[in-house]
């Protein structure tokens, strides 16, 4: 288990979906202040598709290799996943804000939530037929 799983926190809500909270160690500084205490929520494909937009450009440079690419993909993820950082208005968090002023260190705990965030989804109870008949197997195939 890593040293910074003790500052994630994970709640579930029906109205706003899968959330993780937590507190950066480095933070972000903007105008003399550090922003720390997060949200982050569950990524989605079109969260996946803006990161590859964002980066795009960058992703054809054979010298910075698949694991810079992976990692720019994810800050570009990151920056939509976030509810909440500190004070720092939404509209602000993109991916160039993130990439130039997020620490590494604090991009791992980012990480680590994302992360704590997918086992949380997957630890929900799975969908499970009923034992009466399925709409579909009604005797007749649809054309």
Not at 69 to 82: C, D, T, V, W, Y
Not at 88 to 93: A, N
Not at 109 to 138: H, Q
Request: aromatic content about 6%.
């Amino acid at each position: 288990m890593s040293e910074n799983a003790d500052i994630v926190t994970a709640q579930v809500s029906a109205d706003t979906g899968m959330t993780v909270s937590g507190s950066l160690p480095l933070g972000i500084v903007v105008d003399g202040v550090r922003h720390c205490k997060f949200v982050l929520r569950l990524a989605s494909v079109d969260d996946n598709f803006y990161a590859l937009e964002q980066v795009g450009v960058e992703a054809g440079d054979d010298l910075v290799g698949p694991l810079s690419n992976a990692m720019r993909i994810g800050l570009a993820m990151f920056s939509r996943q976030l509810l909440s950082l500190g004070g720092i208005p939404l509209e602000r968090i993109d991916y160039a804000f993130l990439r130039q002023h997020l620490a590494p260190t604090d991009y791992d705990v980012l990480w680590e939530a994302n992360e704590s965030l997918k086992k949380k989804r997957n630890a929900l109870p799975e969908y499970e037929a009923t034992s009466g008949p399925s709409p579909l197997s009604s005797g007749s195939v649809p054309a």
